[in-house]
């Protein structure tokens, strides 16, 4: 855990959810308000999975847990926030590579090095390394319930699946990318599955977490609710 400051711990406020939940963009946009750092803690295994393709590393295999654990302790892996939007941004190895790991194959990847308990171990006191003054955002699937279980607010935004493939499709076709709603929600129940049932931190609300389905509020609304309760709980 990060120096304490006149025997205080750094507040960390932790967002969980599943993908599609908003969890990203609340999460950045309590990061502006509040002037805290964000960590992203999906883009870590986002980026994890992009490096394990390109070493053409099998993550599936056995055989290659302790390579990728290899890669995990190693990677040149540092977050960025862009100049004029102040968007957090994962450049890995001096290439920012955000584009890259937003993708839905991106997302299969992460899936599978995150279910690798030896991965979650080599990267957990690099997520908690983010803790320092004034505080901490931190995004995630596991951050209220095991990076950082201490946090003194916990929230955690669902939606229902059908939601979320209606809006990841809208985002895909905002960018002129061609998807299939109907397999984009197939994608989402298998990953929703896998992150529910795998042995290693799996994706549940943390104990006393804050939360909010978000299937039919607006993103405004979202937050506001979310900022809300942060600021009750933490006295601002």
């Known amino acids: 855990m990060s120096a304490t400051q006149s025997g205080q711990i750094p507040p960390v406020i932790t967002i969980d959810g599943p993908s599609g939940s ?12 509040l002037q805290w750092p964000i960590l992203d803690s999906g883009a870590i295994y986002r980026v994890l999975g992009l490096a394990v393709h390109r070493a053409n590393i ?9 390579e990728i654990v290899q890669l995990a302790e190693s990677l040149p892996l540092t977050f960025e926030a862009e100049p004029e939007t102040g968007e957090v941004v994962a450049v890995l190895d001096g290439e920012a590579v955000g584009d890259l790991i937003r993708s839905d194959e991106a997302g299969v990847r992460a899936s599978e090095v ?4 030896e991965v979650r171990t080599a990267l957990l006191q690099r997520q908690r390394d983010f803790r320092k003054f004034p505080g901490l955002i931190a995004d995630g699937r596991d951050m209220g319930t095991i990076v950082f279980a ?10 229902s699946a059908e939601t979320r493939a209606n809006r990841r499709f809208e ?3 905002q960018k002129g990318i061609d998807a299939s709603l109907c397999a984009l929600l197939e994608s989402i129940k298998a990953r929703d599955e896998r992150d529910r049932t795998r042995t290693v931190a799996p994706l549940v609300p943390a104990e006393g977490a804050f939360v909010v389905d978000s299937s039919n509020l607006s993103i405004d609304e979202v937050f506001s609710q979310v900022f809300e309760y942060s600021k009750k709980v933490l006295g601002m």
Request: net charge positive; charged share 25%.
């Open 22 to 33: 908003g969890k990203g963009t609340v999460a950045f946009r309590m990061a502006q308000e």
């Open 58 to 66: 099998d993550p599936t295999n056995p055989d290659n847990v302790g």
């Open 114 to 117: 995150a279910k690798i308990p």
């Open 150 to 159: 201490d946090a003194p607010v916990k929230i955690f935004l669902t939606a």
């Open 171 to 173: 985002q895909l076709k």
